[in-house]
């Protein structure tokens, strides 16, 4: 998995970088395209169940899974870019939060929000924790910050399929299961200022806040070992 993790994480990076003012999302899309494929690997999302293009990239209010197209970002925005890569038979998958020139304070304060909720859910994985307690993390630092989290979209296992099991859900929860040496997963919570319920779009992927409240989401794969976590995507 760490080949199609490191492929996906420099392609993110890549992505970042491209971030500014007048950059459509369809022009970033094309250049990380170019990027995997001279990797010798392949975006996972392009044709996955029809979606059309190889990344996800999601502005504003959009929860998650938007999709590239020729709107210029403009200053103020704030972005997330979701790259998964496919090579030698193992998918990996990560995301971040950019920020378009200056954004606004509150804006900033929700990124770095999402940022640390993520890191901290990364650092109490290991062997025999439960997979609730990362919700359980989660819930517990955004609570206090007035910060809703997404329940509609979840983690979830990954490597020879873009998607299996276990689910890796965000918030307090009482689903079974403990952490194994071996065990491949992401975790990529989605905090949004205002309320976490979303709406689809007709075109069968874009997922926008109900209340037009923006959202924030980051994303690493990671694997449990013996001893800890390995995040194959950091």
């Not at 395209?33 to 999601?58: E, R, W």
């Not at 504003?60 to 704030?78: F, Q, Y």
């Amino acid at each position: 998995m760490r080949p199609a993790s490191t492929i996906a994480r420099n392609a993110l990076a890549l992505g970042g970088r491209m971030v500014r003012a007048g950059t459509t999302t369809e022009a970033i899309d094309n250049e990380i395209h170019k990027y995997i494929i001279s990797q010798g690997a392949y975006p996972s999302c392009l044709n996955y169940i029809g979606f059309p293009k190889s990344v996800c990239t999601s502005v504003n209010n959009v929860i998650a899974h938007g999709i590239p197209d020729t709107r210029e970002l403009v200053a103020g925005d704030i972005i997330n870019i979701d790259v998964t890569v496919y090579k030698d038979g193992f998918h990996g998958d990560t995301s971040a939060m950019f920020g378009v020139g200056k954004v606004d304070s509150l804006g900033v304060k929700l990124m770095d929000a999402t940022r640390e909720s993520l890191e901290l859910a990364i650092d109490m994985c290991g062997p025999g924790v439960p997979i609730s307690r990362i919700g359980e993390t989660i819930e517990s630092f955004v609570g206090p910050l007035g910060y809703s989290i997404s329940a509609q979209l979840t983690g979830h296992g990954v490597g020879r399929s873009f998607h299996q099991n276990p689910l890796i859900y965000h918030h307090a929860n009482e689903e079974p299961g403990e952490m194994l040496p071996g065990m491949a997963f992401t975790i990529e919570p989605i905090l949004c200022q205002g309320v976490p319920d979303g709406i689809q779009w007709p075109d069968g992927w874009t997922i926008v806040t109900e209340d037009g409240g923006r959202s924030a989401q980051f994303e690493h794969t990671i694997v449990i070992t013996e001893t800890g976590v390995d995040v194959l995507t950091a």
